[in-house]
């Protein structure tokens, strides 16, 4: 590699290091609205993420995702898709991302993962990655914080506003 790829890379991932860092001081919710004294941890949702491709300001991406919550025997399966609004810049392969579902004691589960959920968002791959994605439903009765930072492949530095949306898988 050339002194100016080897740049390029340390560049790419100082400011992948200092987006994560934000997001992680900032706790990944962008509005820094909701009152999560409530909520307990209910399970984990794991999301299998389709290859893509960034395009400047922003990129969406197909997900399989399997909800798996505490005291129950079969997970509650979901699709949908995660966008990015903001720096965007590259392209990743399959990746997987795993989030622990908190939300109120009360609140019933079933099927109630489906909505959307954003929040600040920030990954930096250069051949295997990371990146931090802390998101709050629309309804703030449900929030996803990351258990796993994401694995994937690729060439990619994201920076921005996170959101996804799920339903229930047919």
């Known amino acids: 590699m050339t002194n100016s790829t080897h740049r390029s890379h340390f560049l790419a991932l100082t400011l992948g290091a200092a987006a994560l860092s934000a997001v992680t001081l900032n706790g990944g919710n962008a509005a820094g609205a909701v009152d999560a004294s409530k909520f307990i941890k209910r399970g984990t949702l794991t999301c299998d993420v389709a290859a893509g491709v960034g395009f400047v300001v922003g990129s969406s991406k197909a997900l399989t995702c399997s909800f798996d919550v505490k005291g129950e025997k079969s997970p509650h399966r979901y699709s949908g898709k995660i966008s990015k609004l903001g720096l965007d810049v590259g392209f990743t392969g399959e990746g997987k991302v795993v989030w622990g579902v908190y939300a109120d004691p009360k609140t019933k589960l079933k ?48 920076v921005g506003i996170a959101s996804v949306t799920l339903a229930i898988a047919k």
């Open 111 to 158: 099927g109630k993962l489906a909505g959307s959920y954003s929040g600040l968002s920030a990954e930096v791959t250069a051949g295997l990655g990371l990146g931090a994605k802390a998101l709050v439903g629309t309804q703030q009765e449900i929030a996803l914080q990351p258990l796993k930072l994401d694995g994937q492949t690729g060439l990619n530095l994201a």
